[in-house]
C-alpha cells in the first residue's frame, strides 16, 4: 500500500484493486515506497485506479517495480487572478503578493505595474532600515493596481485585496505621522522628533513624578534629581561618572550629592563617598540607587529600556544644548527648557489647547523649576535670549505662552 499527498496537502492510500480514500484534492502527489498514483484528473481516474491493466512500460524505460503506473499529466488549472499554474522548472514568473502576473494580462501598462510593483516590494523588504513614508506609497500604488487588475478580470478577490492595500496605506501614512509628531494631511517639510508622542506621556509622566517628590526645593537639586531618575528609571539603578555630576551642576555638584545622600533619596555604593563619586571615570562608573525607584517598591511609571534610554538621551540633549552652555544657563533656566520643550506641541507651542487657554500654568512651571512664578518670566526671556523660545513669550493671566524657536522642534514632546 503506497500513501502520498495532493496539491492540499491532504493524504490518500492506494492499494490493488481499490480506490482511494475519499476526500483526495485533484493534482501530483508525492509517492512513497515503490509504487506510482494516478489522480482523478488523470483518463479513466474517476475518483480511482481505471478497472484496465496496466500498459506496458515504454521501450527504453526501466520497470521501476510491478506497481508502476502510468498516467496522463493533467493540464495546468488556473490559478486566482487569471494566472494559471506553472511549474517552477518552466520558469520564474513575475509575481506581485501571492499573486502571479499572466503574460497575457492586459493592458500592457498593468502586467509592466504589477511586475514593478512587485519588485519595488521585496527591494524595500531587503532595506536596513524602515521607510514609512515609502511603504505607504507602495501600497497605494498596489491598491490602485489591484482595482483596475479586479476590473479586467472580474475577479472579486482582487478587489479585496485592493481595498486591504488602501487601508494598510492609510494606517502606515499615520504611523509616520505619529512617529514625527506631524498630523496627517499637514503640509510643510517633516520634522525628525527624539521622541514618540508615547514617548512624550512618559516623559511628562517623569518630569511630574520629580515635580512632586523632590526630596529638595531647589533647582539645583530637582536638576540632579531629574537627570539622576532618568538613569535609574527601570531598575532603581543606574551608571553615572563625574563628569555627568559636574556636566549637570557645575561648581555645585559635591554639595547637591551629599545633600541627595543625606536626604535619603539617594544612595551610592558603601566604599564610594561622594567625593569618590565626583572622581568617577568612564570606564569605572558609580553605580547609584534611587530607593524609590526599586521594583520592590510602588513605582510611579513603567517603560522599557529602549524608552529609558531614548528619554535619557533627550534630556541630556536638552540640559547640553550649545546656546543654553554659551549662555551659562543656570539649573532653572535649563529645567526650564526642559519644561517647556516637554510640553509643547508639534508646532512649537506650549500647552495643549483647552478650554483654560493655550499656554502653561505658571504655577505648575515655577514648582517644577524651583523658583517663584514672578520669576519665570525672567527665565523665559533667558531662553528667548539662547535662541530656545521666540520672542513672544509671556505670563500674562498666570500662564506662560510662547512657541518653541524652529531649530528646537525636533526635542518637542508632541503633546
Known amino acids: 500500500m503506497n500513501a502520498g499527498t495532493g496539491e492540499g496537502g491532504e493524504l490518500f492510500v492506494d492499494g490493488t484493486g481499490k480506490g482511494r480514500t475519499g476526500g483526495v484534492r485533484t493534482g501530483r502527489g508525492a509517492v512513497t515506497g515503490k509504487g506510482a498514483v494516478l489522480f482523478s484528473d488523470a483518463p479513466g481516474g474517476g475518483g480511482g485506479f481505471p478497472t484496465a491493466a496496466p500498459a506496458p512500460p515504454r521501450p527504453g524505460v526501466a520497470n521501476r517495480g510491478a506497481g508502476s503506473v502510468p498516467h496522463a499529466r493533467p493540464a495546468p488549472r488556473p490559478r486566482p487572478g487569471g494566472a494559471p499554474a506553472r511549474s517552477r522548472k518552466a520558469g520564474r514568473w513575475a509575481k506581485v503578493g501571492q499573486r502571479i502576473v499572466p503574460d497575457d494580462l492586459q493592458p500592457e501598462v498593468l502586467r509592466v505595474e504589477l511586475t514593478e510593483l512587485g519588485d519595488a516590494f521585496r527591494a524595500y523588504q531587503r532595506r536596513p532600515e524602515p521607510d514609512l513614508a515609502v511603504l505607504a506609497e507602495l501600497h497605494d500604488r498596489k491598491a490602485r493596481a489591484f482595482a483596475l487588475w479586479a476590473d479586467v478580470t472580474g475577479d472579486a478577490s482582487l478587489r479585496e485585496e485592493a481595498d486591504r492595500a488602501a487601508a494598510a496605506a492609510r494606517t502606515t501614512r499615520e504611523m509616520d505621522a505619529n512617529r514625527h509628531g506631524v498630523p496627517v494631511g499637514v503640509d510643510g517639510p517633516v520634522v525628525e522628533r527624539l521622541l514618540t508622542r508615547g514617548q512624550g506621556v512618559h516623559l511628562r509622566n517623569v518630569l511630574e513624578h520629580v515635580r512632586a517628590a523632590s526630596p529638595l526645593p531647589e533647582a539645583e537639586a530637582r536638576f540632579a534629581v531629574l537627570m539622576l531618575t532618568l538613569r535609574a528609571a527601570r531598575t532603581g539603578t543606574g551608571n553615572v561618572t563625574g563628569q555627568d555630576f559636574s556636566g549637570w551642576l557645575q561648581g555645585d555638584?559635591?554639595?547637591?550629592?551629599?545633600?541627595?545622600?543625606?536626604?535619603?533619596?539617594?544612595?551610592?555604593?558603601?566604599?564610594?563617598?561622594?567625593?569618590?563619586?565626583?572622581?568617577?571615570?568612564?570606564?569605572?562608573?558609580?553605580?547609584?540607587?534611587?530607593?524609590?525607584?526599586?521594583?520592590?517598591?510602588?513605582?510611579?511609571?513603567?517603560?522599557?529600556?529602549?524608552?529609558?534610554?531614548?528619554?535619557?538621551?533627550?534630556?541630556?540633549?536638552?540640559?547640553?544644548?550649545?546656546?543654553?552652555?554659551?549662555?551659562?544657563?543656570?539649573?532653572?533656566?535649563?529645567?526650564?527648557?526642559?519644561?517647556?520643550?516637554?510640553?509643547?506641541?508639534?508646532?512649537?507651542?506650549?500647552?495643549?489647547?483647552?478650554?483654560?487657554?493655550?499656554?502653561?500654568?505658571?504655577?505648575?512651571?515655577?514648582?517644577?523649576?524651583?523658583?517663584?512664578?514672578?520669576?519665570?518670566?525672567?527665565?523665559?526671556?533667558?531662553?528667548?535670549?539662547?535662541?530656545?523660545?521666540?520672542?513672544?513669550a509671556d505670563t500674562a493671566g498666570g500662564r506662560l505662552r510662547g512657541r518653541l524657536a524652529e531649530r528646537v522642534l525636533p526635542l518637542s514632546g508632541l503633546l
Open 253 to 392: 555638584a559635591e554639595r547637591v550629592l551629599q545633600e541627595l545622600v543625606g536626604a535619603g533619596w539617594l544612595r551610592l555604593p558603601e566604599d564610594v563617598t561622594p567625593d569618590d563619586a565626583l572622581m568617577s571615570r568612564p570606564e569605572e562608573p558609580t553605580r547609584i540607587t534611587v530607593p524609590t525607584l526599586i521594583p520592590t517598591q510602588p513605582r510611579p511609571f513603567f517603560f522599557g529600556k529602549v524608552t529609558r534610554a531614548r528619554l535619557s538621551g533627550w534630556a541630556q540633549k536638552v540640559v547640553g544644548d550649545r546656546k543654553l552652555r554659551k549662555k551659562k544657563a543656570g539649573a532653572a533656566t535649563r529645567l526650564l527648557a526642559v519644561y517647556t520643550a516637554a510640553h509643547s506641541r508639534p508646532d512649537g507651542c506650549l500647552g495643549a489647547a483647552s478650554e483654560d487657554g493655550d499656554g502653561l500654568a505658571l504655577d505648575a512651571v515655577a514648582s517644577f523649576c524651583g523658583l517663584r512664578p514672578e520669576d519665570v518670566a525672567g527665565h523665559a526671556g533667558l531662553l528667548a535670549a539662547a535662541g530656545w523660545l521666540e520672542e513672544d
